[in-house]
C-alpha cells in the first residue's frame, strides 16, 4: 500500500477511522467527500488499482471481491460506499447527508440507486478496458458514455421538478456530485444535455469539502487512471 497518508482536523471519533482508496475511483471519492462534510479525520491508504494492489493478501482480507473503497473504524470493516455511507449517517450524524423528510429521503435513495446500479458498473476500469480488448479502440469510452447519459437521463427526470440548491434539499449530494465529475472530466460527457445535474454540481463543487475531496488533491493521484 502506498505510505502517504491525508488527515482532515476535527473532534470526531476515539481512533482515527482509515479508508483505503484510489484517487480516481468516484466509490472512494463520495466517501472521501461524505467524510470532509462530517468534518470527520480519517488516514488514507491508497490502493493503486494499476499495479493490482486491490489483490494482495492484506487487501483481500478487508474485501474479496477486491473493490475499494474500504472504511475501517476499530475492529469493524466496511467495503461498499453506499454501506459505509449509511454507517458515517448513523454513527456520526452531524451535517447529515440525507433529508428528514420521508418523501425526499425515498428520492434521493432512488437516484442513489441509479448511479451505483445503472451508471458506476458499467464505466468501470476493468469493464471498459475489456470492451476496449474486444471491440477496438474508442469502443470502451462509447459504451461508458452510452451508459452513463441514460442514467443521466433517469437523473435528470427524476430531479429536474424537486432539486433545489442540490438534488433534494439543503444535503450536499455525495453520489451525485462525484458521478458527474467523473462523467465530465474522464468520459467527456456533454453535461449540456443536462441541465439540472450541471447545476447541482456546480452548487457542490464550491464547497470545501468537495474541494478537499477532488481526485487530483489525493495524495496518490496520477496524471492519468
Avoid at 115 to 124: F, T
Wanted: with cysteine; glycine share 4%.
Amino acid at each position: 500500500m502506498d505510505p502517504n497518508l491525508q488527515e482532515i482536523s476535527s473532534s470526531a471519533p476515539e481512533k482515527k477511522l482509515i479508508l483505503y482508496s484510489c484517487w480516481g475511483s468516484s466509490c472512494s471519492w463520495r466517501v472521501r467527500f461524505a467524510l470532509h462534510l462530517k468534518e470527520l479525520p480519517y488516514e488514507y491508504r491508497a490502493v493503486d488499482l494499476k499495479k493490482g494492489e486491490q489483490f494482495s493478501p492484506d487487501f483481500d482480507r478487508l474485501n474479496p471481491l477486491h473493490f475499494v473503497p474500504v472504511l475501517v473504524d476499530g475492529d469493524l470493516v466496511i467495503a461498499d460506499s453506499f454501506a459505509i455511507l449509511m454507517y458515517l449517517e448513523e454513527k456520526y450524524p452531524q451535517i447529515s447527508l440525507l433529508p428528514n423528510d420521508l418523501k425526499r429521503k425515498a428520492i434521493n435513495f432512488q437516484a442513489v440507486s441509479i448511479v451505483s446500479s445503472s451508471i458506476q458498473p458499467l464505466q468501470m476500469m476493468r469493464v471498459v478496458l475489456t470492451i476496449e480488448e474486444k471491440a477496438g479502440p474508442g469502443e470502451g469510452l462509447s459504451w461508458a458514455q452510452q451508459h452513463i447519459e441514460k442514467g443521466f437521463i433517469a437523473l435528470e427526470q427524476l430531479l429536474k421538478d424537486v432539486s433545489g440548491k442540490y438534488a433534494i434539499g439543503d444535503e450536499a449530494d455525495v453520489f451525485l456530485a462525484p458521478q458527474i465529475g467523473n462523467a465530465m472530466n474522464r468520459f467527456k460527457v456533454d453535461m449540456l444535455k443536462f441541465p439540472t445535474l450541471t447545476k447541482i454540481y456546480e452548487s457542490c463543487k464550491v464547497l470545501p469539502a468537495f474541494q478537499a475531496s477532488l481526485p487530483e488533491r489525493q495524495p496518490d493521484a496520477a496524471v492519468s487512471i
